[in-house]
């Protein structure tokens, strides 16, 4: 199985912001993401457990710079070239404009991704396909 990262189905798109997501490639879901420096996901990961993304996310950064802000307070930023696990129970900034390779366990991620979409569409009326 396989397929192109411009080819994975919109999801969202506006102010720099493009979401792809592709459920059930094998049993997980592949994202191609790209993001402007500043998109902070905290407020929109509010009234999630903990207000934090609770999916496990595998995945690689092409270019950019992503801080992850875990459930105990601890940080970590992934940058260029990084491949990396995020386990349950953390929040994201994008330091710098991020393109982005995920993929997540599909039935936590719809939960969180359809969590963030609503928000991020809501504060920043961006465009839902």
Do not use: W
């Amino acid at each position: 199985m396989k397929i192109n990262k411009e080819e994975i189905p919109v999801i969202m798109s506006g102010s720099g912001t493009v979401l792809r997501s592709q459920k059930h490639l094998g049993k997980m879901t592949a994202s191609y993401n790209e993001m402007t420096a500043g998109t902070d996901f905290g407020p929109h990961l509010r009234g999630l457990k903990k207000d934090h993304c609770h999916c496990s996310h595998y995945g690689a950064v092409l270019e950019g710079t992503l801080l992850i802000t875990y459930d105990n307070g601890e940080e970590e930023l992934i940058k260029d070239g990084d491949i990396f696990y995020i386990p349950p129970g953390h929040s994201a900034k994008v330091e710098r404009d991020l393109k982005i390779i995920v993929f997540s366990t599909t039935k936590e991620h719809t939960e969180v991704l359809n969590h963030v979409v609503k928000s991020i569409g809501e504060l920043n009326n961006m465009t839902k396909i």
